[in-house]
């Protein structure tokens, strides 16, 4: 079974936390961003998969937004959370600035 995300934000910025809510905080394994594809010429060069901290709560994880633009630049993203049997969520987009 796929973990849900209930609700996360559209928007988040550099250096700071968010709350998104899933009813499977207590069996999650992995919060990222995934960049969605950019291939030109046979290359994909916008390919990225950043791991998140995170701490869970009840019904709610609280996660860390990358530091800097530097392994996550500003741009769309698809937000994943992955259960502990490797399930990943369905993936809402949101805008990292």
Do not use: C, K
Request: proline residues 10%; hydrophobic residues 40%.
């Amino acid at each position: 079974t796929r973990p849900v995300i209930s609700s996360a934000p559209t928007g988040i910025t550099y250096s700071s936390n968010f709350t998104l809510t899933t009813p499977d905080a207590a069996n999650i394994a992995r919060v990222a961003l995934i960049r969605p594809g950019a291939v030109t010429h046979s290359t994909n060069f916008e390919q990225r998969y950043v791991d998140l901290t995170w701490q869970a709560g009840q019904g709610q994880l609280t996660v860390a937004t990358p530091s800097s633009p530097n392994n996550a630049p500003p741009g769309f993203y698809m937000l994943a959370i992955v259960n502990s049997s490797g399930v990943p969520s369905v993936m809402p987009f949101l805008q990292l600035q």
